[in-house]
């Protein structure tokens, strides 16, 4: 089992910036690719960015790709999702996800979540 909670969401105009953060507790957090996804209102979630367990390899949907960065310190258990460059449509919940040892690209093959937190980018 693992606990994922992510913190640092909230309102930003556009071509502003947040930081996520996603702590994580339970099983040994540094043996697992971690990602983050987001769902907007009436859409289905969707993959946004990923890393591998040593940093090695990131993954990122091209409509982040340059604009976001994720990053990992397996010292303190968290995955971080630098966002710049805010756009209106990057508004949504961003989720903390845990998955297997290589990068996943599809939600439904990550195996645990955080609860999510809001983002949201006003034009």
């Known amino acids: 089992q693992v606990q994922l909670v992510e913190s640092g969401g909230g309102l930003v105009q556009a071509g502003g910036s947040l930081r996520l953060s996603c702590a994580a507790s339970?099983?040994?957090?540094?043996?697992?690719?971690m990602g983050w996804l987001r769902q907007a209102p009436g859409k289905e979630r969707e993959f946004v960015a990923a890393?591998?367990?040593?940093?090695?390899?990131?993954a990122y949907a091209t409509s982040v790709k340059g604009r976001f960065t994720i990053s990992r310190d397996n010292a303190k258990n968290t995955v971080t999702l630098q966002m710049n460059s805010l756009k209106p449509e990057d508004t949504a919940v961003y989720y903390c996800?845990?998955?297997?040892?290589?990068?996943?690209?599809?939600?439904?093959?990550?195996?645990?979540w955080g609860q999510g937190t809001q983002v949201t980018v006003s034009s």
């Open positions: 996800a845990s998955g297997g040892q290589s990068i996943r690209l599809k939600p439904g093959e990550y195996d645990y």
């Open positions: 339970g099983r040994a957090f540094g043996s697992y690719a």
């Open positions: 890393i591998t367990t040593s940093s090695s390899t990131t």
